[in-house]
């Protein structure tokens, strides 16, 4: 006998992956849930960094029930429990993974290269509900070679983590961007941990106007207390009289201190950092001679800032480059899909129009995502998650489990179709085969 439920697609098993797969397999529907390296493994990237926001912001209940139930959370967390992001992972993503409700649903080293439609081109029915009676056909890949697979909807949740964004000016690889700087300089570096050797008594160029780049400027800071000779560059195109802006009685005191901190020190004239802001990046060269880095820096044309009066273009030489510029989502994923994308953020269309209408600078502020802005043209095909923000940065963890549950509000008006026990159980059988394909 056939399986009649609703197969759902799963792309990322990263925080909002883990929690949409849970839920749709609670609410009755096939899942199937592809990460193309090890679950959470991108949080691993900056396992080091402390979660502004607490746990109790972060998780679902559903997660949490479903733990509660199987007793498998390692560690006594509270709601105002302040994590690390490996903190974060071990006690609750990793043991989310692995409940026995997602058993055979999630295939780590499978990567989706690709999303269509079974017989329906790109430009066929456009923006017509029909277009959502051709199931999705995935293009996946495991370290077997590449395969098919089908689903009737798609969720999105593979985030913006590595397609980072360039230093280069006008938002574009500055000259010699491209060849000389590595994977690793736009990630947030483990600068008091593992990495401590690699800035410890040299002079670091940091590139970035938000709390990532002042993650780094505050823990370079620690490091140059003990080892004088460690320097900091800090350079940013922001036109503000502080670095970071202070949010009035801001309700995440993790985030209130990171602000104090990284804006006294690049202010004070002791610090051992040195703020250039209103600055654009030309090129970058390497002297190989002495193993440095030479950056190209130019003030920003027309720029009323006091900082870069009278400021001309100027070359700086440094040992190491961190550039905290941000990410971007990959759109080629879904580019044979009609999705309709934000001009500016690259985000769904109807989506970055609400958040456009936000204009609190406190993240916090943000309203719940209405069901109706989380919907493309492409029927049934969802981005939810850091990707439907698109460049936009005010994401949070928060928000994507409000997505979650919206989306699922709208699909339960058709419902997953319902099956005897008997078909469950072949189902079962077939998850269990396509596991034994996949991983």
């Known amino acids: 006998m056939a399986d009649l439920r609703q197969q759902i697609a799963v792309i990322g098993a990263g925080p909002i992956g883990l929690e949409a797969a849970l839920y749709a397999v609670e609410a009755g529907f096939g899942v199937n849930l592809y990460e193309r390296g090890c679950v959470a493994q991108n949080i691993g990237n900056w396992g080091h960094v402390r979660l502004f926001s607490p746990f109790g912001m972060n998780a679902s209940s559903w997660g949490r029930e479903a733990l509660a139930h199987a007793n498998s959370t390692p560690l006594q967390l509270t709601d105002q429990s302040l994590l690390t992001g490996r903190e974060f992972a071990d006690a609750y993503l990793l043991p989310l993974s692995r409940l026995p409700r997602l058993s055979g649903h999630v295939y780590e080293g ?58 280069g000016a006008g938002g574009i690889p500055c000259v010699g961007e491209r060849s000389l700087l590595s994977d690793e300089m736009y990630c947030l570096p483990d600068i008091l941990g593992s990495e401590r050797s690699r800035f410890a008594g040299r002079k670091t160029l940091v ?26 560059v800090w350079l940013s195109r922001s036109h503000g009289a502080q670095p970071l802006p202070r949010i009035d009685d801001d309700p995440l005191s ?65 040992d190491c480059i961190v550039a905290n510029v941000g990410y971007r989502p990959q759109r080629s994923l879904y580019e044979e ?14 989506l970055a129009a609400a958040l456009a209408g936000e204009t609190s600078p406190d993240c916090l502020a943000q309203a719940s995502p209405q069901a109706e802005t989380l919907l493309n043209p492409e029927p049934g095909f969802f981005i939810l998650g850091s990707k439907s923000y698109g460049r936009d940065s005010r994401f949070l963890l928060k928000i994507g489990i409000e997505q979650i549950q919206a989306v699922f509000a709208m699909l339960s008006k058709t419902g997953p179709k319902r099956v005897p026990s008997t078909v469950h159980s072949e189902s ?10 996949l991983q």
């Open 110 to 167: 499978v990567e989706v290269l690709s999303i269509g439609r079974s017989r329906t081109w790109k430009g066929d029915l456009p923006g017509q509900a029909a277009r959502g009676n051709d199931p999705f056909r995935l293009l996946v890949r495991d370290h077997r070679g590449e395969r098919l697979a089908q689903a009737d909807i798609v969720f999105d949740c593979s985030g913006t983590y590595p397609n980072h964004n360039w230093i």
């Open 337 to 350: 899909l009609q999705v309709h994308e934000c001009y500016a953020s690259g985000g769904p269309m109807k």
């Open 428 to 437: 079962r059988e077939s998850d269990k085969n396509e596991a034994i394909t």
């Open 254 to 318: 993790q985030r209130d201190g990171l602000a104090e901190t990284a804006n006294a020190l690049a202010l004070e004239k002791e610090s051992p950092v040195q703020w250039l802001p209103d600055r654009l990046i030309d090129a970058v060269v390497r002297r190989d001679t002495v193993n440095q880095f030479v950056v190209s820096v130019r003030a920003h044309a027309g720029s009323a800032s006091a900082h870069t009066a009278n400021v001309a273009a100027e070359e700086i030489a440094v």
């Open 207 to 232: 590139v970035g106007s938000g709390y990532s780049a002042a993650t780094t400027v505050v823990h370079l800071a620690q490091i140059a207390q003990a080892e004088r000779n460690t320097r900091i």
